[in-house]
Every structure is written in C-alpha cells, then in structure tokens.
C-alpha cells in the first residue's frame, strides 16, 4: 500500500536521507491487516560511523548558538509538524496501527508541544552567580555533548521528538535509533528538523534492533544514552553506559496500579480504568494495570465497565470512528494471549473479552479479570496489552501496601471524592508519575518517568533540562593567590 508521506530512505545523517543496502533488512508491517508496507536496511558499521562522524562535527557550534536561536528552530519545527499533522497521524497509524482518533490528537501534536515548549525554554538556560566575599563563583549551564536517543514501538513520534527535544535545546547533538518494529515515524522528525533549519548532523535517525542500539552506547564518543523500553533491555543498556560513566535517562516498563475507593464516582472511576488500560489497545507504559477496586463498589463498577466496554468499536485504524486498534505486532499478540491464558489457568475470572478479532491483523478484544490476586501472573507481570486485572481491597492502608508490592514504580492512580485521602493515598505511593481522579494526562509541563525498576530521571518539564545538561562551576579570585610555599 504505497503511502506518499513514507520516507525516503532508512537512515537521516547529516541533513539527508541515506540508504545502505548491506544492511538487514527490517520489514515494516502494517498492524491492521499483517500486510508488509515497506522495509528498512538495519545500519551497518558504516552508517553508525556516519552518524557519530557528523553529529560530532555540528554539535559545537549548536552549542555555541544562543538559546533564543536555537529555540527558533525547534519552535518553527513545532510549527511545521503541526501543519502536517494529518500526514504525520496516518504514518504513526501505519507504524503502530493505532486508530486515527487517538494518532490525529495525540502523536505528532505532542511532539510539537515539546519543540514549542523546550525551544521557548532554550533562550532561558543560564547558570548563576555566587558572591564568596570579593572572590566569587558562576556557573555555566552546558551541552553534554553526544546524546543517543532509542525508542520503543508505542509512541514512535512522541518518543524521537521527547528526547529530541530537550537535547536540541541544551545544545546537543542526538542521534535517535527507534523501534525495528516502527521505524517510519522519527525518520520525518528529522526531515521536518531540518527543513525547520537545524543545521545537518545534528538529529541523525538511524535504524535496528538492539545490535545497532548497543555499539551507541559504548562507543566513547557519546555522552548520554536515553531509553525508553522494557525493564531488561533498561538493565543492559544502563550496566553498558555504567562501563563509560555515561548520563542516562531510562523510561522503562511498569504494572501501575489504580486505586478506586467506594466514594469515587463511578463514572469518572470506569472512564479512568478505561484510560489507564485501553488506550493504544493497552500499550502504554503508564497503564494502571492492576487496578484495586474497593469491596463496596466493586460489582456496580465491573457492571459499568462491561456495559462501556460494548461500545468499543473496533475496526479499520484510518477510519475516525474506530476507537480501537491491534497489538502492534503478530509476537506482542502472542506474548499478550499468553498472558490472557494465563490468567484463565491461574484462576482469575474473565469478565470480558480474551479472543482475538479476525485472522487479518492483529486485534485482541479488550479483556478484563476479576477477582485476580496478587500473586498471579497477570497481577505482577507488565502485559503491555488491553488485558485489566482487578483485585479487591477493604482498607486504605491495605490497598497502599499491595500497590507498592512490586519492583516497578512508573504510575499510580487514585479514584476518591475524599480530597484528602486522595493526596494522602497518592503520597505514599512509591510512583513517579500520579494521577487524582485522572489516568494517563501527560503534559509536557509535567516530569514523566519512573521510580524504583522504572527507570532513572524525567522527561518533560523543567526536569528534563537537568538530565541534557551539566553545569560547570568556574571560581574567580580578585585577590592575590595566598600559597603556603
Ligand atoms: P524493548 O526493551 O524491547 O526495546 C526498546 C528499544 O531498545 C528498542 O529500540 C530496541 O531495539 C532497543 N534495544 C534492545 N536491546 C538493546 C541493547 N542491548 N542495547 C541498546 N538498545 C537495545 O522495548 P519495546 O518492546 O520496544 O517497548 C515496550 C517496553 O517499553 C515496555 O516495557 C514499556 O513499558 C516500555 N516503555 C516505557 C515508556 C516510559 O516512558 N517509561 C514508554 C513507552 C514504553
């Protein structure tokens, strides 16, 4: 299916589109129909020398640009994708297979937020002055340097512009390597950049799996790795950065959980667990996954979610009334019916849902359990899929402590018209990203990321500044040097 907003060629290095046919090739795979749409060539030794060689040679002279410039260009870039977002909404759809009613509102248009909001913040970088007496201290905001970006399948545009970003405005150089399985999307990032004006080198897209990914972070020319996926790609990526004392941001996996009291409305409380687990068919990091439902309320909430869960339409992505989209890929599928098969095995009770749609592509049907344990596979375990768990608590104090029972910390939600329970509950979750009577709002003035397993540092916001720059502190003496010998 030929699409005219497909890129050009595999890789983005030093303002152009480069091919390298030595490379594997990486099928690109329509989600919705399992029908192959185009393919990639992996990046070879070549291309990733490429990259480095002229992200290194432009990143100085970035740097040296004042902020309000800099940020010129990431704002008419912002500009720029937001008059293309229509182009831009069916590439995200054809890379995810993500419906049109989620990718038109939510890809390429929060990609811009975060050029629009850290190119305005570029001309406002500064350090400080500390007066000692007469002798005094400043200290300079600078670049890190080389930042390599690798993203996961679910947000492919979101992810290449949340870090592309905050890099480009401190004053560094990216190089972005996304998901093999949605290799289209950032590739037009870095097209539109450059149109915006950002000098070449200096947001390189290059692709592959895990075997490009991994010789860009130990290669010693790069200052700083961000990643966003799974728990165990974290654990590699961040004990090969160790190995050169390397910055890192990890946003990784999570199994957040969403807590709703008996006094929530059960409207809002059905809306958010909807939001915490369907959107993108499930596959987002944040998801309140295990959501505790309070004894009280429980049957009337299952009841209300099953009746809203019949309105789903699901069906053809590039049709705006489609709500609901497929897995990403053939194996996410799979590794979901696992999961869903495991809950039936384990005991838990299927409310709704469990079956795969049609033989073309890759639809699940939005499923939820009830009456699931803590111990249980779907209970501790990340899905990354439209499978909800609900566990019944009684006590507030119960709940919290079952909700912090897990080695991830990325989200946590809490559903109460008791305002001060609300901000009691959702201080003591051990979470990096909360929500009141909301799920999944991620705004870019607000930090994003992970406590405990799910990673290291923020994206978004102010927060986001500190992991794409160092401060260097520079002592002044106005007297005579006073020596001991
Ligand atoms: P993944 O861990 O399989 O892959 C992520 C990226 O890392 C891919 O680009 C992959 O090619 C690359 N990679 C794999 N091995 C590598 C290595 N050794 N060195 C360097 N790069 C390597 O994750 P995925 O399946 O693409 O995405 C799903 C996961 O991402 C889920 O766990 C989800 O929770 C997580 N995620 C987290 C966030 C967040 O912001 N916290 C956002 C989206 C997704």
Redesign the pocket.
């Known amino acids: 299916m030929p699409n005219p907003t497909q890129p050009t060629a595999s890789h983005f290095i030093n303002g152009t589109y480069v091919e390298d046919t030595a490379g594997a090739e990486i099928p690109v795979i329509y989600p919705a129909t399992g029908e192959q749409i185009g393919v990639v060539h992996e990046a070879t030794p070549a291309i990733i020398e490429q990259a480095i060689t002229s992200a290194k040679a432009a990143q100085k002279a970035w740097a040296a640009m004042s902020g309000t410039e800099r940020g010129r260009i990431l704002r008419r870039a912002a500009d720029m994708i937001r008059e293309c977002n229509h182009d831009l909404s069916v590439l995200e759809t054809y890379d995810t297979g993500k419906p049109m009613s989620e990718t038109l509102y939510v890809d390429a248009t929060s990609g811009a937020d975060a050029l629009e909001y850290f190119g305005g913040l570029a001309g406002s970088l500064t350090g400080e002055h500390i007066q000692l007496g007469e002798d005094w201290v400043y200290t300079r905001r600078e670049a890190l340097g080389l930042c390599v970006g690798?993203?996961?399948?679910?947000?492919p545009t979101q992810?290449a512009c949340w870090k592309g970003a905050p890099a480009l405005a401190c004053g560094n150089a990216m190089i972005f390597?996304?998901?093999?399985?949605t290799p289209l999307c950032a590739l037009k990032i870095a097209e539109i950049l450059h149109e915006a004006g950002l000098p070449a080198g200096l947001y390189n897209v290059i692709q592959g799996?895990?075997a490009v990914?991994?010789p860009l972070?130990t290669d010693p020319r790069v200052d700083k790795v961000s990643?966003?996926?799974?728990?165990?790609?974290g654990r590699?990526?961040y004990a090969?950065a160790a190995e050169g004392i390397k910055h890192v941001t990890m946003?990784?996996?999570?199994k957040s959980p969403l807590i709703i009291f008996d006094d929530a409305s059960l409207e809002d409380a059905v809306g958010g667990a909807i939001l915490a687990n369907f959107y993108s068919s499930g596959q987002v990091?944040?998801n309140g996954t295990r959501v505790f439902v309070q004894k009280g309320i429980k049957e009337a909430f299952l009841k209300r979610l099953h009746e809203r869960l019949q309105t789903v339409v699901m069906g053809d992505p590039l049709d705006e009334a489609t709500n609901f989209g497929p897995m990403v890929s053939e194996r996410q599928m799979q590794i979901v019916q696992g999961f869903i098969e495991k809950g039936k095995a384990e005991g838990a009770r299927l409310v709704c849902g469990g079956e795969r749609i049609g033989t073309e592509g890759f639809f699940l049907e939005p499923t939820v359990f009830a009456d699931v344990t803590d111990g249980m596979t779907i209970a501790t375990d990340?899905i990354?899929g439209p499978v909800m768990s609900v566990l019944d608590f009684e006590t507030e104090d119960e709940a919290i402590a079952r909700a912090n029972a897990t080695e991830f910390g990325?989200s946590a939600g809490v559903f109460t018209t008791d305002l001060a329970r609300g901000h009691r509950v959702i201080a003591q979750m051990e979470a990096g990203s909360c929500f009141i009577n909301s799920y999944n709002d991620a705004p870019v003035e607000a930090p994003?990321?992970?406590a405990k397993n799910?990673?290291v540092g923020r994206?978004n916001s102010k927060a986001a500044i500190e992991h794409y720059s160092q401060m260097k502190s520079v002592y002044v003496r106005m007297g005579a040097v006073d020596a001991p010998f």
Request: hydrophobic share 35%.
């Open positions: 690798i993203g996961a399948w679910n947000y992810i390597k996304p998901s093999e399985t799996t895990g990914g991994a972070v990643l966003t996926g799974s728990v165990p790609t590699k990526v090969a946003e990784l996996g999570g990091c944040s990340e990354f990325l994003f990321g992970g799910s990673g994206e």
